[in-house]
């Protein structure tokens, strides 16, 4: 496949519509595995999901043209599965398993049509939510992160010269270039691609993960991109997220089934998938609190990945847990993804190497660091906290609290409802790192 030369890409565009998702495979792989398992455990639950913009002094609205928004939006809905993609889901290893998605799963996939959406003007922030059956608004996460997160990226450049583009992304592809070349200096680095949420564009996500093939080899694993791992041969990465726990307490009938929830979860992973897919995200409601009462059958799952807290020290508390459970961290699997970038995977592999088996999941600071690179000086294409989070199932309140109370999403009476179940600890205020 030619490389894309991005810069003159930006500089023609002029065509009415330039669609940001071609594909409903331009989406992240866990989103696969969890539909999987909704649809066959829980095809009545109805969910809603809502965009989150974290980095409030951004005002979305007042910077992408709403029209434009709804365009994209409108477009998404029209994407099916191409019959190429579902014989390629349908046939295709998935960390060592051939047909990891049932046939019947395939079939509904084909008639799959993304559900429709509510947008208004808030405050100069977009108001955009996601109301149906959880089978498919779940599906609205990925794309619709990533059209917000390119219509801001196309409104900055929009009006720019060409050679203003051509040096805006030569610096961006040295700056990358110059991270590569920082990580070949770890020998034994086991990183992968997860930046579709807040990528800069498709095209320039094409292009890192295309650099990180040639530039780190076998290294590098693949990407949480489904589209980009079929059409670069790569392996398909993820497992699961947040959002599981975070319906399963929704639903719970007290507080009992709240507390209960992250483990319910866990059983009905493991009933569906095996071996590298065992990978536990314990900080929805607290990574402290759900180690302390953890069960021990989980201490023989492959590996955890530690989220939303600085990764040493996340790291450091599951050692100690697998430790206080009899098993030797050394044959375990640490995943570290939140906010990673060069100087914090360097400090974490060399903290770690030795004592637990380690992998990357590299993000925002892969797909979207055009940080000292435009040469207007402009702060415009810095990347922005924003997510798509699942605030309500069957009509209930949901919420995350996480390890970091900044990054906690709910109505304030549920946070603090689910603060008494959990606990405080090891909670710490940090700002989001993107």
């Not at 794309?143 to 203003?164: D, K, T, V």
């Not at 791992?229 to 709240?258: R, S, Y």
């Not at 790291?315 to 847990?321: K, P, R």
Request: proline letters at 5%; aromatic letters at 10%; a negative charge.
């Amino acid at each position: 496949m030619p490389v894309t030369d991005v810069a003159t890409r930006v500089y023609d565009h002029g065509w009415r519509l330039d669609p940001i998702v071609r594909s409903l495979l331009d989406t992240d792989f866990y989103k696969l595995l969890m539909l999987q398992l909704i649809r066959h455990v829980h095809p009545d639950v109805q969910a809603t999901f809502s965009l989150i913009n974290r980095s409030t002094s951004v005002r979305l609205a007042e910077i992408i043209d709403e029209t434009e928004l709804r365009e994209q939006l409108d477009h998404a809905r029209t994407v099916r599965f191409s019959k190429k993609e579902l014989i390629w889901l349908a046939g295709n290893n998935f960390y060592g398993k051939r047909r990891m998605f049932a046939p019947e799963f395939i079939d509904w996939l084909a008639d799959f049509q993304l559900p429709e959406y509510h947008l208004r003007k808030v405050d100069g922030q977009f108001e955009l939510t996601f109301h149906g059956p959880w089978t498919h608004t779940t599906m609205w996460e990925i794309p619709a992160l990533a059209i917000i997160s390119e219509l801001r990226s196309r409104a900055a450049l929009r009006g720019r010269g060409r050679f203003e583009l051509d040096v805006l992304y030569a610096r961006a592809k040295a700056k990358l270039w110059h991270k590569v070349e920082r990580l070949r200096h770890l020998p034994d680095l086991v990183i992968s691609d997860f930046g579709t949420r807040r990528r800069h564009s498709f095209l320039w996500q094409r292009w890192c993960v295309e650099a990180l093939r040639e530039g780190l080899d076998t290294r590098f694993i693949g990407s949480s991109n489904v589209l980009l791992a079929m059409d670069n041969d790569l392996e398909a990465i993820g497992t699961n997220a947040h959002e599981l726990p975070m319906v399963f307490a929704a639903l719970a009938d007290d507080d009992a089934g709240v507390a209960a929830a992250p483990y319910r979860v866990l059983e009905e992973w493991k009933a569906h998938y095996d071996g590298n897919l065992l990978i536990a995200l314990p900080d929805a409601f607290g990574t402290a609190a759900f180690l302390r009462d953890a069960p021990d059958w989980l201490a023989d799952w492959t590996g955890f990945r530690p989220d939303s807290m600085p990764p040493i020290q996340g790291g450091e508390q599951i050692i100690d847990w697998w430790k206080m459970h009899g098993r030797d961290p050394a044959t375990k699997l640490l995943i570290f993804s939140d906010g990673m970038d060069v100087d914090s995977i360097e400090a974490t592999y060399r903290h770690f190497q030795g004592r637990v088996r380690m992998s990357f999941g590299w993000g925002t600071n892969l797909t979207n660091d055009f940080r000292d690179c435009d040469p207007a000086g402009s702060l415009d294409l810095e990347p922005i906290s924003l997510v798509a989070k699942v605030t309500c199932a069957n009509g209930r309140p949901a919420v995350k609290l996480s390890d970091n109370p900044l990054k906690a999403t709910g109505a304030p009476d549920e946070i603090e409802r689910y603060l008494r179940i959990f606990g405080r600890a090891g909670h710490r205020q940090q700002i989001p790192i993107v």
